[in-house]
């Protein structure tokens, strides 16, 4: 999610149902990273197998920025459980890893709520092997939307399949993410890549966040990612600078076709090279 996007969920006149990550009443980039979700005795658990395309390049690692990806979609659709009938937006997102992220097999995530406040919801997630293994551990942090007009939808959402349609290309070519020179990189906004009330996605800007880190560091890969959410990017594209000294990282994202306003800040940290 991103700040104030409010990514409402519920049915469409038409009956059809929009997933409240993603809008999934339409195709979105995001979903070819074929992640399931199911929820379970008030906890949610997804299941991801990794492909090629979905590996940082240079590495045979699973981007970060994938974990961040399933991370806010499994946080997000608790806060959506919570909070509803209020408009949850996300103000912060991390993942941290515990060593370099596997290249192929399975990566299972379970989702708990850690505070469930009047007008802040807090999400815990841990990401392990098809095996059991630790990946990574992530948190999501969501407020209710200012505005108390704006509610969601009636929700009756059920477990989101993994969809067919997987990616067929490298992840960033399919997102149509560029690094340009070191540190920074380039998002344009497509129909794709928005979530349901038509802003970036939340996944999609951590990519960015991380491809403009990796352009000082090719053939490494992050250990951490943390996202600051100030504003939602409604036009495009997102401009990611980054910054890297001694293996940490600080970004800030941009949307350059609104006057250039900051939208995103980050940190993050990388493993040593990880082949």
Known sequence: MGRRSGRPGGREKDGTMIDSVTGGNRHNILQELGFSVRLAA???????????????????????????????????????EVMTPRVPVTLDLDVHLYRPAPGTGTVHGTGRTIKAGRSVYIAGIDFTTGDGRPVATATGAFMSAPDPSVVMPDLTAPPSPAPERLLSVPFAERAGCRRREPGTAVLPRSDEGLNAAGTM??????????????AHAPGQTLSSLALRYLHAIRTGPALATASLHH???????????????????ATARTFPHAP
């Open 42 to 80: 008030g906890r949610i658990h997804g299941d991801g197998r990794i492909t090629p395309h979905m590996h940082v390049p240079g590495t045979g690692r699973l981007r970060t920025s994938i974990l961040a990806a399933w991370a806010d979609h499994l946080a997000g659709r608790l806060a959506v």
């Open 201 to 214: 996605s939340g996944g999609l800007t951590a990519l960015v966040a991380e491809e403009a880190v990796l």
């Open 247 to 265: 293996g940490l990282a600080t970004a800030r994202i941009h949307d350059t076709g609104n006057n250039d306003r900051l939208a995103i800040t």
